[in-house]
């Protein structure tokens, strides 16, 4: 297993000037690690909507490269996502799925189903063209920056240790992050 700091450091290390959409725990530790804050949407209290808004977003910009900051429990509440990601075919997304196995930023309760299904199959199945699974640290280094790179859509899991501290919120509203983002978009930056 991948600490999930580490994780999200390797990403952010490589991000460029890629968008970022992260959902709920991934919206709560990334700002530590964010090179591009401006460009960073965090989405908090909506579960399962990361993947859409990303899809939403990398269609309509195709020139930005966009990286979706997933939790297993969110992207089982929008599975469905997964197909029209593969059916829209946008080049320009990634989709990384941190598996811990919890539902961690409410109160740790287990994902249903842990450690019967494999994300990594079913993007397979919904028409991803780059699939990668990172469970170890030596993995993902040695294929991250191809995972990045590669025209997509790609799908990246990566298997992370929770982060069992208390939850707290994010630092930025949506809200406030979308405003930003639309101001740097627009002045092309």
């Known amino acids: 297993m991948i600490p999930v700091h580490n994780a999200l450091k390797a990403i952010a290390d490589r991000r460029g000037d890629a968008i970022v959409v992260n959902t709920m725990m991934t919206a709560r530790e990334w700002p530590p690690f964010t090179t591009r804050e401006e460009l960073d949407l ?5 579960m399962g909507k990361a993947s859409s808004l990303g899809l939403g977003i990398a269609l309509a910009r195709p020139d930005r490269k966009v990286i979706v900051l997933d939790g297993d429990g969110s992207l089982l509440m929008n599975l469905g996502s997964l ?10 997304m990634v989709h990384c799925v941190f598996e811990n196995g919890i539902y961690e930023v409410t109160g740790g309760q287990p994902v249903p189903g842990e450690g019967t299904f494999n ?8 028409g991803f063209p780059n699939i990668y699974e990172f469970a170890d640290e030596p993995t993902m280094a ?21 982060v069992a501290q208390k939850v707290d919120r994010p630092r930025r509203k949506t809200s406030e992050a979308v405003k930003q983002l639309k101001e740097v978009l627009a002045a092309g930056r």
């Open 42 to 46: 965090p989405l908090t209290g909506c």
């Open 83 to 92: 197909v029209t990601i593969g059916n829209a075919k946008p080049k320009n």
């Open 119 to 126: 994300f990594a199959t079913i993007a397979r199945g919904a």
């Open 142 to 162: 040695a294929q991250l920056d191809e995972a990045l790179s590669n025209p997509g859509p790609t799908f990246i899991t990566f298997r992370v240790t929770p």
